[in-house]
């Protein structure tokens, strides 16, 4: 079945550098999602990209989906306290058309 | 207001005892799923349903059941819980392919 792999598990981030967590998916994927979790919150839903190579802004966010669509992207610059929490992504199977989501990424902020 | 409600949001139990989590969507959404979050294993889907009376397995569906009587509801039933099953569980509904709501999630530990 479909395997949606996340990395880094962990991003330790001095307030106001820049990271990027990556998302690959084992199978081609019709569109990808992007799902961010306060600590103690359930996740919420940021973005979609459905298009080979779409880039999309959010503010300080920045997210990729691959030529491929078998990967994807999320660049966050100048990172903030607000910014902690932990960051999925979730892929839609071509084949099936089930969500699958990453293990995610949780950031944490040195102020 | 559109939402996802789930209850208990907190629940302690004994292994066996047989008990269920409800759910409840007003978006008129088709998708409904349930999740189990874990550390390190990111979100992991129990089951999921595209309508009324139609459900399917997910990654984990071991020792959980659902229903799908009415398209607001899909309750989460363990007859049996055992201790492997103490996690952090969420409920989401979606359109088809779209993006997915979450509830505020429910805390069982099964001792």
């Known amino acids: 079945g479909q395997q949606v792999m996340q990395i880094p598990q962990y991003q330790h981030v001095q307030e106001g550098e820049d990271f990027t967590t990556y998302c690959n998916s084992s199978?081609?994927?019709?569109?990808i999602q992007w799902y961010k979790q306060r600590p103690g919150g359930h996740p919420v839903f940021l973005i979609q990209?459905?298009?080979?190579?779409e880039v999309k802004k959010q503010k300080r966010l920045t997210f990729q989906f691959g030529e491929a669509k078998k990967n994807s992207s999320l660049h966050i610059t100048a990172t903030q306290t607000t910014d902690v929490g932990t960051y999925f992504c979730?892929?839609?199977?071509?084949?099936?058309?089930?969500?699958?989501f990453g293990a995610g990424t949780t950031v944490t902020v040195r102020a | 207001e559109a939402q996802v409600t789930q209850n208990p949001r907190y629940l302690i139990t004994v292994t066996g005892k047989k008990l269920t989590v409800t759910c409840s969507q007003n978006?008129?959404?088709?998708?409904m799923s349930w999740y189990r979050q874990d550390p390190g294993l990111g979100l992991r889907q129990i089951y999921y349903?595209?309508?009324?009376?139609?459900?399917d397995k997910g990654d984990v569906p071991e020792g959980y059941k659902v229903s799908r009587k009415e398209k607001r509801n899909f309750p989460l039933i363990l007859e049996s819980p055992s201790p492997n099953q103490t996690s952090l569980y969420f409920c989401?509904?979606?359109?088809?392919?779209?993006?997915?709501?979450f509830g505020p999630g429910t805390r069982l530990t099964v001792l």
């Open positions: 989401a509904s979606s359109l088809p392919q779209g993006e997915e709501f």
């Open positions: 199978t081609t994927l019709s569109n």
């Open positions: 990209l459905v298009k080979s190579g």
């Open positions: 979730a892929g839609v199977s071509s084949n099936d058309y089930k969500l699958s």
């Open positions: 978006m008129n959404h088709e998708y």
């Open positions: 349903s595209m309508n009324v009376e139609v459900t």
